[in-house]
């Protein structure tokens, strides 16, 4: 299924998604940034067309405006359908230039954006992917992942501050943990630990690139970590 044929079907129907669709967004940062914008935009949609019903009108008056209303939102909906492909597009073009622009200077902070922008996608993370498809994008970083590794759910590139970065999701025994790969050459002030209220994580310099990963829980940092650094291998 092609990019075009995914935002069509995102925008015919937002809420029901089938596996293909799921699949297609997980592998695809832009159409998940888009399917974002859809569901925003037609909440903002629904909060538009249900405007307050004054209580003290008629029963007589109330039913002839509740049937006029109805055909105010169907043309309304319909006019505002047409448009939505355009508002999306421009809404994620302005969200991602302004993330570039004037986004942290933390290599903390951009972890947790990133993990925050997948959290709507991760209970669905549930197919391993191929090693060897993982390992054709950790040769751009000079990396491979042993075969006896945990299994990686979501393996796509990524833009930390102007950066192209990889950004994997591993399942352990303890849980999901998301582990980024970012060159060593970027604009981003390095940060050993880092936490907020949900999300806690650990970056780690290796002379080819840091490692950064982030996890709701403790216990999948502590095990994940030790697993991780003795099954991914950086060339000489």
Not at 98 to 113: I, R
Request: glycine residues 4%; proline residues 3%; contains cysteine.
């Amino acid at each position: 299924m092609d990019e075009l044929e995914v935002r069509r079907r995102l925008l015919t129907d937002p809420y029901q998604l089938n596996a293909e669709q799921l699949q297609q967004l997980q592998q695809d940062p832009d159409s998940q940034q888009f399917h974002q914008d859809v569901l925003k935009l037609d909440q903002q949609i629904k909060q538009l067309l249900s405007p307050p019903v004054p209580k003290n009108l008629e029963n007589a008056l109330l039913m002839q405006q509740h049937k006029h209303k109805q055909k105010q939102q169907k043309r309304f909906y319909q006019n505002l359908i047409a448009v939505a492909a355009s508002v999306a597009f421009l809404a994620g073009f302005a969200l991602n230039w302004s993330f570039f622009m004037y986004g942290s200077q933390s290599l903390g902070e951009n972890s947790l954006a990133h993990v925050y922008h997948e959290e709507p996608y991760m209970q669905h993370m549930t197919t391993a992917l191929s090693l060897s498809d993982v390992n054709a994008k950790l040769a751009e970083f000079d990396a491979s992942l042993a075969e006896n590794g945990h299994a990686v759910v979501y393996a796509n590139f990524c833009n930390f501050r102007g950066t192209r970065s990889l950004h994997l999701v591993l399942d352990t025994e303890q849980g999901l943990m998301t582990v980024f790969v970012v060159p060593k050459q970027n604009s981003l002030d390095f940060e050993a630990e880092f936490h907020d209220d949900k999300y806690q994580g650990r970056s780690i310099s290796s002379h080819k690139a840091i490692l950064v990963m982030v996890s709701d829980k403790a216990e999948v940092l502590q095990r994940g970590e030790k697993q991780l650094l003795q099954q991914l291998q950086f060339k000489a």
